[in-house]
């Protein structure tokens, strides 16, 4: 018995084949026709964005270019983009189109163009400042670029690209150094957080208690100090707290300060072991200088109002002379008028000199009183001298006792 030789049927297959390739072969044309289209339509507006940029409607010009690299994106059509947006003066968004316009670029064919572009880049690079938005927590930190304070959180500044290196600062918390990296078609948002201080509210009894609060851990640490009452604002950590004063027991705490903390404390000294507080010590002159100053400038200006005063009564007695003279002229029928004169100008002289010596004496008078009030222990120096003003024949003689 012979076996039967296998056959295979293939026919369906095959025609599903043939039906496939003719489905392909159909609609083949529609979609090269679609291709060719498109093409056509994107040099087309390719075209109305040059005669647009002939003309100087550089934003005319930017939506036809715009519009032609959507449909098929070609590196020369981002470059044409990029020099519209430059010309219209939208600088960040012209350095994003043609740094992304040298990426895409073909070296060979696009050779003239992508020179042009790496030196525009270069040049937007160094001039361009773009919008930095900076806030805080907390808010209303003061941003500073050196010394200069440039704005106070949230606020939006004018940056150069690259690395920007600024300080916020705000009351109760550390100042923050931050290097703020800008770039252009970024969003360059930033949000910093600061760090909260600790805080010292330290009082004390006696007043003028010298308070010295010293940073225990870390070299170099300037120490705190204050009379009476420390309010302060320290960094974080281990702190000694001493108070002292002469003739008090010293006290000394130590103090953990967390971040954010507010320590107060209230000390009351005791006095010590003798039971006498012992004042400060007195000052080298304790008040004598000025004392000094004020005792025998006052001794100096007296004797120049009392000098003043003695001329005063001399003029007085020549203008009186004077006019004693005139009017004996007078009665014999003629006129001094050399002797009038030089008696009135006696008289305006004597005015003169009573008034500045009035003024002088009085105030010689005020700082004497005020040197006898500075001292503190009766001397001898220290008693208001005694003025005796006479006149006679030979002139005015002014007397002083102390």
Known sequence: MVSPTPVFR???????????LSLVSLGAPPLARAAENNAEKAKRLFLQGNKAFDEGRYGDALASYRASFRIVERPS??????????RLGQTEGALVDYRRFIRIAHKAHDAARLEKAHVRVAKLVKSLHVDVTISSNPPGAA??????????????????????PLRLVASGYRERRVLFHVSAGASNRFDVTLE????????VVPPGTELVATRLGVQ???????????????????????AKLAGY?????RLRLTRGAVVARHLVLRRDATGNAQQPAPSADDGSTKRSVLLYGGIAAMAVGAIGIAFAVWQGAEAS???DDVQRAATQGSWAQDTYDSAKRSERAAIALYVSGGVAFAAGTVMMILGLRT???PHRAQRLPKWQLSAGPGGAMLRTTF
């Open 249 to 253: 027991t010293s006290q000394t705490l």
């Open 321 to 323: 002379s004077l006019s």
């Open 220 to 242: 170099g640490s300037k120490p705190r100090s204050a009379r009476g009452h420390m309010l302060a604002t320290v960094e974080p950590g281990d702190y000694q707290l001493v």
């Open 375 to 377: 001292s503190k222990t």
């Open 196 to 203: 909260p201080m600790a805080k010292l509210d330290i009082t």
């Open 143 to 164: 941003i500073y670029r050196g010394d200069k304070i440039v704005g106070r959180t949230p606020a939006t500044i004018k940056l150069a690209l690259g690395a920007n």
């Open 77 to 86: 059509t981002l470059f044409n983009i990029a020099v519209c947006r430059d």
């Open 10 to 20: 293939c026919g369906a297959p095959i025609s599903v084949l043939l039906v496939l």
